[in-house]
């Protein structure tokens, strides 16, 4: 079986879709196709898909922050591996490819933020090289 990486495409979306209700993000395809049409507009955003064989089992999306206090980094949005493909070095195959992604733009941080009661991933992100930095809350409002 061969992997093999790519950029995100338009007509993933069903795929995305459905890899995203795991992760615990559920949206219609027409909602995930919104989303992917405006990614794919913005240059300082990035999106890879893993395909094994014919089938997407994964997908990261990154992108390029800016912040007043600090030099810029890129984030890691989001990052899902099907649950059945698991523990294969895809998730790990996927953060390398925005790392070389925020390599090429001149970046030297990559940072990703999990939830609190993610453990599993923290434990994930800790064996591929990241370090914790900080816990924060998040807040939301409605506009």
Same mark, same amino acid.
């Given at each position: 079986?061969?992997?093999?990486?790519?950029?995100?495409?338009?007509?993933?979306?069903?795929?995305?879709?459905?890899?995203?209700?795991?992760?615990?993000?559920?949206?219609?395809?027409?909602?995930?196709?919104?989303?992917?049409?405006?990614?794919?507009?913005?240059?300082?955003?990035?999106?890879?898909?893993?395909?094994?064989?014919? *089938? %997407?089992?994964?997908?990261?999306?990154?992108?390029? *922050?800016?912040?007043?206090?600090?030099?810029?980094?890129?984030? %890691?949005?989001?990052?899902? !591996?099907?649950?059945?493909?698991?523990?294969?070095? *895809?998730?790990?195959?996927?953060?390398?490819? !925005?790392?070389?992604?925020?390599?090429?733009?001149? %970046?030297?941080?990559?940072?990703?933020?999990?939830?609190?009661?993610?453990?599993?991933?923290?434990?994930?992100?800790?064996?591929?090289?990241? *370090?914790?930095?900080?816990?924060?809350? !998040?807040?939301?409002?409605?506009?």
């Amino acid at each position: 079986m061969s992997l093999h990486l790519r950029n995100l495409r338009l007509e993933d979306s069903e795929a995305i879709s459905s890899l995203s209700e795991q992760l615990g993000y559920p949206s219609t395809i027409s909602e995930t196709e919104a989303r992917i049409n405006a990614l794919l507009l913005h240059p300082d955003n990035c999106a890879f898909v893993a395909v094994l064989e014919q *089938t %997407i089992i994964g997908w990261i999306h990154g992108f390029y *922050t800016l912040r007043l206090e600090s030099e810029p980094f890129i984030e %890691i949005a989001g990052l899902v !591996v099907d649950e059945n493909y698991r523990n294969q070095q *895809t998730g790990k195959k996927l953060v390398e490819q !925005v790392k070389e992604w925020g390599i090429k733009k001149g %970046i030297s941080k990559l940072r990703v933020r999990c939830q609190t009661k993610r453990t599993e991933t923290h434990r994930f992100y800790q064996k591929i090289g990241f *370090t914790q930095q900080k816990e924060q809350k !998040v807040f939301d409002m409605d506009m």
